[in-house]
DNA sequence: GTATTCAGACCTGTATACAGAATAAGCCGT
DNA sequence: ACGGCTTATTCTGTATACAGGTCTGAATAC
C-alpha cells in the first residue's frame, strides 16, 4: 500500500491554490484532476476535503470542490489575524527566546538581506523564515501551525506587494529583531505591528493587480514559491 | 443525491471528539463508526480528513485515524493562542462595536448572569456566546472562524475548569464589556488577558481531571454541549 | 435576434469490492 | 508459565461502478 498518498495529493494541489494555477473560483474536476495526479478519485477527494478544512477551498454540496476566491476583505482578514498571532509571538519571543538562537538569526539575516539579484521568491521565502522562527521562539505548535496555514493563504499577494516593499523589508526586521534582542516587548510589538499591518487600499491594489495577473495577463507563469531550504541554494 | 451527508458526519464526529466520547489517542474503527452513523466508509473519511485538518483527529498512514491526544502543553497552547485571538478582537471591538450592539450584549449577561441554578453546560454556552460576540464586532470572519475552532476543541477542559471560576466569570464579563463601552482599549485588553490567561498549574490541574474523568470513572456521562440557542431554552 | 425548453453529455456522491498491511490469536518450544 | 513464531482475522487504502444531479447546447417558438 503506497505510503502517504493523500497526504502527497493534499501538498500537491494545496500548492496549486497557492499560486493560483487553480484559478480562483474555478471549479475542480475531479477525474481530470485525479488522472493528472495519477490517482483514483477517492484519496483526491480526502485531500479536497482537508483543502476546504484550511480554508483553501470551498465546498458546494452537489457541484464540487472550488478554488476559494479571495475579496479585499477576506485578505485583510488574514493580514488581521496574522497580526494578531505575531504580535503575541513577538511577546512571547522576548520573554523565551535565547540569546544565541537571536544571534543566530542576525547572522540570518546579514546573509540574505541584501535584495540585490534576489528573485522575489527567494525573498519571500527569506521573510516568511524570519517570521516563522519568531513564531517558534512562542514554543507554541499551534501559534506556529495557525501562522504558517495564514501565510500561505496569503502568500500570493504578499509575492505581488513584496515587489514594492523589497527596501523597507530588511530594515524593519532587523529593527524588529534588535527589540527582542534588548528585551523590550512594547517596542518589539509596535515594531511587528507596523510591520505587517496593511492600509485597505494597499490590499485593495494587491488584489487588484493579482486579478490582473491571473485573468487578463494571457501568458502568466506562476510563481515557484520556495521553501527555505530551497532559497537557500 | 442526499443532500450535505460529509456536513452531518463531520458534525456529529466533531461533536464526540469535543465531549471525548471518542476517547484521547483511541483508534476509530471506520467500518464500526460507519455502520453507527448509517453511512458508507467513503463520506465518512472524507468527514474524518476534515476533522484531521481541523485539529480533532490524527492520521497516520496504515494504521488510520485516531482521536487526538492532548498533553498539558498543548491545551496551554490552544489556551494562549486564544489569548493572542481575543486580544485583538477587544482592540477591534473597541474601535467597531456599535453602542445597540454592546447595550445588546449588556443586557444578555443581566438575563443569563446569575450562575445559581444553571447548570454547567449552559454557562458555558453563556461564556463562549459572550466571547464570540465580541469575536464578531471584530468584524473579521477569520477571526472568528479560527476562534471558534479553538474554543471547540479545549470546550471540555474548559467545562472542568469551570466549576472553580462559576463566582468570578459574570464580573469580568461585566468588566470586559464596560471598558469596551468606554473604548478604553488598553483596559480591555488587560482585562481580557487575565481573564483568559491561565497558569500552567491550573492547566495541568484540568488534564488531570479530565483523564480521572475519562479513564477511571467507570461511569461517566459525557456532557452535552449546548449551542446558545439550545441554552436559552 | 432573443428567450425557452428539452435532450444529451458530463460530473458528482456514495456504495462496494478487493488487495495488502497491521493486529490479534493460537501454537510450539523452552 | 512465558516468549517468540506462524497463522488467521481484521481493518485500512484505493479503485471502480453506478445512480442521480447539473450543466451545455442545440432546436424551437416568439
Not at 489575524?81 to 540569546?99: H, K
Not at 513564531?135 to 501565510?151: D, M
Request: one cysteine or more; a negative charge.
Amino acid at each position: 500500500m503506497s505510503d502517504g498518498l493523500v497526504e502527497a495529493l493534499h501538498a500537491d494541489i494545496r500548492a496549486m491554490a497557492i499560486d493560483f494555477r487553480l484559478k480562483p473560483g474555478e471549479r475542480i474536476n475531479e477525474v481530470a484532476l485525479s488522472k493528472r495526479l495519477d490517482a483514483s478519485r477517492t484519496p483526491l477527494r480526502e485531500a479536497l476535503n482537508r483543502l476546504v478544512a484550511e480554508g483553501f477551498l470551498t465546498f458546494e454540496s452537489g457541484k464540487g470542490f472550488f478554488c476559494r476566491k479571495y475579496s479585499v476583505t477576506e485578505v485583510q482578514d488574514l493580514y488581521q489575524l496574522r497580526q494578531a498571532i505575531e504580535r503575541f509571538a513577538a511577546e512571547r519571543a522576548v520573554e523565551l527566546a535565547a540569546d544565541a538562537e537571536l544571534a543566530e538569526l542576525a547572522a540570518f539575516l546579514d546573509r540574505t538581506g541584501d535584495p540585490a539579484g534576489r528573485s522575489l521568491e527567494d525573498l519571500l521565502a527569506f521573510d516568511e523564515h524570519f517570521h516563522e522562527t519568531i513564531a517558534s521562539f512562542s514554543q507554541n505548535a499551534e501559534i506556529g501551525r495557525t501562522l504558517a496555514n495564514v501565510n500561505a493563504r496569503i502568500r500570493f499577494f504578499r509575492w505581488i506587494d513584496l515587489g514594492s516593499r523589497r527596501q523597507r523589508t530588511q530594515g524593519e526586521h532587523r529593527a524588529i529583531l534588535d527589540a527582542i534582542r534588548a528585551r523590550d516587548k512594547g517596542k518589539a510589538v509596535a515594531l511587528v505591528d507596523g510591520h505587517i499591518a496593511r492600509r485597505r487600499d494597499e490590499i485593495a491594489e494587491a488584489v487588484k493587480e493579482c486579478h490582473a495577473r491571473l485573468f487578463v495577463e494571457d501568458d502568466f507563469v506562476h510563481p515557484a514559491f520556495k521553501t527555505m531550504d530551497q532559497a537557500c541554494a
